[in-house]
Structures are given as structure tokens and as C-alpha cells.
């Protein structure tokens, strides 16, 4: 469904991401790991069409994006590593507003907010300002958000940032429901075990480039360890990161 | 264009905005109250006011029939409040600053003055003391002495024979364009200050749309399949709804406190005040496109819209100012805006005299715009 093809983006001297190239196909969810600095936020990036890319491309079933209005990009949902939400104003009132971004309205729009806070749970604290949620709360309507406008692809940033066990749980849950009903998922985060539990494929990036790219039980086979930190360990090195 | 999404950031915009009480005290509360101050202290010659009166101090050190005439008229002018005090009093109060100005009558002043109106002896002076920040009541003093003291000199050199006095009566007139139209401080103080906290207002948004960035929101807008053009009109209308608030809140208040009326062209004073609400809507834009951070664009603005209200006429008309001045303010939007409300208020001009000032003001929110769009950082890194 996905297909992300020679991405490259430079800041100057700085290549942060180099030939980046991989697939997300329906109904599965795709690991993108890396540490910090690796690239993985520029690619998703990319993606979602906030960066230009200098080169490569974005396909969805076969077909690339062009500019920020293609419609295409409604097939997109972000759920950005920031909790991006009006603090001041409902759950509700957030969910209408990013909804006509999508130009949702009226009785679509309720509809769809409806559904997107019965899949987080939080359609009984629809009408309490967001400032009053706890940082699970927030989490919850922040992929809320991103499916919305029921969108097939969903590129999730760290979406579990600081989140309690139960909060991470409910996500988790939300993913699988949606991984069956067939979106595709691009996810990137830290939580090694996140990704061994999620996902399907997973992609490991360093320094901007592609290092990995196989299911998990194929990279712990080819780097001979048991586990995925492991792996990501024998693929990055140890050295500490900015 | 996208009504959809620029409706929904208008309403965004709008409910954020409300959320704010200290954003809606100091957009509403704020101007009013300062308005109403600087109107109280310049209204001016209106309709039931009681004229000003210059007030001074008089000395009299002489003692003579012809000092004792010169006081006696001062104190029945109406234009003058003398208050007679003794020399050092006087000193130590315009010293102080508590009076502009006092005049001093010294020992000797009649009968030289006497002499001199004759040719016989030379001239004695009429000692002004006076406060040095308060050159015009001196000046006003110093002419305003003349005919007191001529009158009382020749009456005593000519006894009650004819007597010099001024060969002409003043009739006043107060010009506007209706006769009916009189001048109210209030139009202008609330003009002035409707328009300085319409900026502040607009610089308000600009900072919100930077901490929008910070916080991660401008991610999720620009991944939306909206364009530039979309986002920024929807910052832009709700800017312009917001200031359009301020400003006709403002001037509400005026209208039906202060009795501050619309005298000229209604469809002028709308103009003028949409025309400035876009020109500070393109300049919110622009904060948000200069600066790099919130706090640092605040300062910077804050401080760019101080100068822009000062040479505006905001806080005092810019009559007052050098005329070399004068000439270069025109190239401030703020000028224009309060010009133009004058125009439409008290000076009781028609739609005419508001067509320039709109058409510069909405010359000012392109430019703004147009800059703002083009140093705008869109992308994130």
C-alpha cells in the first residue's frame, strides 16, 4: 500500500536521511527503529509531506504524491510525537477542529468523532477540556486525532511517550483492532518490546540509511542473538547518542 | 478556497482566544480603561465642558494702585485662575511643579511703568518665573499680561478719560464638517488605543501560531491536504475577527458612555476599522514569521508596536509633534488608522476622507501578508 522509495533529505553538510526505501503493506504494521538521530522522524516526515524530500518518493498503491493538497494525502493519518492539542479547548472540540481540516463536517463530522473516542475510550470525557486529561488521557485523543478521517495509513511518531502500562495497553489494543481492519502502519519508537508485540516488519535506520530490514524472528536469526535489543544493539553499536 | 477548514480555524481561533481571560482583559478591559483616561485628560473644548482656565500665581511686591488694578483684572479674566501668593511661595511652587508659572509685579513696577508709558524713564520688568517643561503656559502668560497691564498703566497716566483697549471682539468657532458635530477627546483617545490593542492583540496570535509550532500542532495542520494559502487565510480572517472585536468593542463603550458619535460616514468608520483590523492581522502574521521564538518575538514586537502607536498619534495627536515629523509618520500604518477614525468621528467628514486611509491601510496588510508569506519557515525539520 506504502511504498517509500530512495528518500534523501540534506541540511547542508548534514545527510539526515540517504536512500531510504521500504513497504508498508495493508493490514501490517512496520517497526521503524533507530536511535536518536537516526533519520526516522525526517523520513516520517517526509511521509506525511511536512519536508520536502531533494529526492525519492511516495507512492500509495502505486500512485506518488505530489504537492500538499493532493488529495492523496487525506489517505494519511499523523499521530506526531508531540501531544499536539488545545489544551484550553474539549476533546470534542479538538476532534471537530482537526476534523474539518479534512473538510469533515456536520453530521460526518459527528459521526467520526464519535467513533474515534469509542476507539479510545474517552467518549464519556468528550466535553472536558484537555488541560483536566492525564498524559494516558492525552496520548489516547492525540490517536484520536489521527484516525479521524479514517484514514488507510496511519504514521505513528512515539505514540506512547510517557504513557502509564494501562494507557500503553489501551493503545496497543487500538493498533491490533486496527491492523485487522486493515490499515497499514508505520511506527516508530524506542520500546524494543513495543515492536517485537506490534509488529510485523521492522526497519532499523542509522545514521539516515537503511541497516535492516526484515520480520523479527529473521533478524535475530541472522545476527545470532535471542532478543531485539540485541539485535538493534549488534546493528548500531553502543556508542551513546545525542 | 477551503471554507471548511478556514471556518474551523476561525472558530479555533476564537474559542482559544475566549479561553484566555488575561488575553480577553487585556484585548477589552485594558483599552477602555486607558482610553477613558487619556479622553478625560484631553477632552478638549466639548459640548458641556467648562473651558479650561490657565492657571497661575501673581505676586504683588509693589503694593501700588496700579498693581493692585493689574490684579484685580487678572483675577476677573475667565480665561485665568490666579491664586496671589507671596514671593517665595511662588518660587517654591513652580520649583516643584505644583504651578507653571507665577508672575512677580516688583517694588517700583507702578510708578516706573508710569513713567515709561510717557517716554520718561525706561521700562520695568515683569518677572515670569515659570516651570522649563511648561514653555506654553509661559508664552500664553506672557501674552495674556499685556492688555491687564496696558489697561491699568494708562488708566493711571489718563485718569477715566478714553482708555486703550483692543479694537476688536474674537469670535470663536469650532470647525467640523457637521454643525452639529462636536469635539469629543473620547473619539480620539479610543481610536488611539483601539488601535494600539488591536496590535497587541494580533501580536498575540502571531506568538500563538509560534508556540503552535513549538508544542507540535503545525505538524498535524500542515499534514492535513490543505495549502499554504488555506492555512494562512484562516490565521488571517481570524486575526481580522478578533481585532474587528477589539476595536468596534472599544468604540462601543465610547459611543455609549462617553457620547462619542459617529459623525461622518458609518460605512467610512466601518471601512477604516476592518481596513486597520486586516493591517494588524498582517502584521501578527508577520511576528509569526520573524520570529524565531515566542519570548523573542514578543519583546521585539511589543516594542516595534510602541514606536508604530507613538508616531501614530495614538497617544497624543500628532499636531503636536515637529512638522519634519509629522511629514514622516505618514509612512506608519497607525497614522492612518487614527486619521481616518478622526475623519469618521468627531471631525464629521464623509466617505471621501475615509477612502485614503483605507486604501493604505489594506496597502500595509498586503505588504505585511506578503512578507510574512515569503519569510514564513513552512517547513519542519
Known sequence: MLRVSHLRKAYGALVAVDDVSFTVDRGKLVGLLGPNGAGKTTTLSMIAGLVT???????IDGKALSGETDPAKRRFGLVPQDLALYDELSARDNLRFFGALYDLAGRELDDAIGRALETVSLADRAKDKVKTFSGGMKRR?????GLLHDPDILLL??????????SRNAIFDNLEQLKAQGKALLYTTHYMEEVERLADRIVVIDHGRVIADNTLDGLTQSAGVPTLEAVFLSLTGKSLRD | MALIPIRAMVKKDLQVFFADRRAVIMAFA????????FGFIFRGDSQGNQRSRLEMLIVDQDSSAISQAIISSVIADQNLAATIVDADTARSRVLRGASPVAVVISRGFGDSAKAALVGSSGRPQLRILYDPSRSIERAMVNGVMTPHVMQAVARAVFGDGPQLQRPYDVHEEALTARVEAAYNGYAHSFAGMGIQFLLF??????????TERQRGLWTRLRSAPISRVTLLSGKLSSATVIGSLVLFVSFAFAIIVFHVSVAGSLAGFLGVGIACALMAAGYGLLVASLGKTPNAARGASIFATLIMVMLGGAWVPTFVFPEWLQKITVVVPTRWAVDGFDAMTWRGLGIESAVMPIVVLLGFALLFTAVAAWRFRWEEA
Open chain 2, 201 to 210: 492583540a494580533a501580536i498575540n496570535l502571531g506568538i500563538e501560531l509560534l
Open chain 1, 53 to 59: 524530500a531533494d529526492t525519492g518518493s511516495v507512492d
Open chain 1, 141 to 145: 485523543l492525540n490517536l484520536a486525532i
Open chain 2, 30 to 37: 485594558m483599552p477602555i480603561a486607558i482610553a477613558s483616561f
Open chain 1, 157 to 166: 511518531d512515539e505514540p506512547t511517550v510517557g504513557v502509564d502500562p494501562q
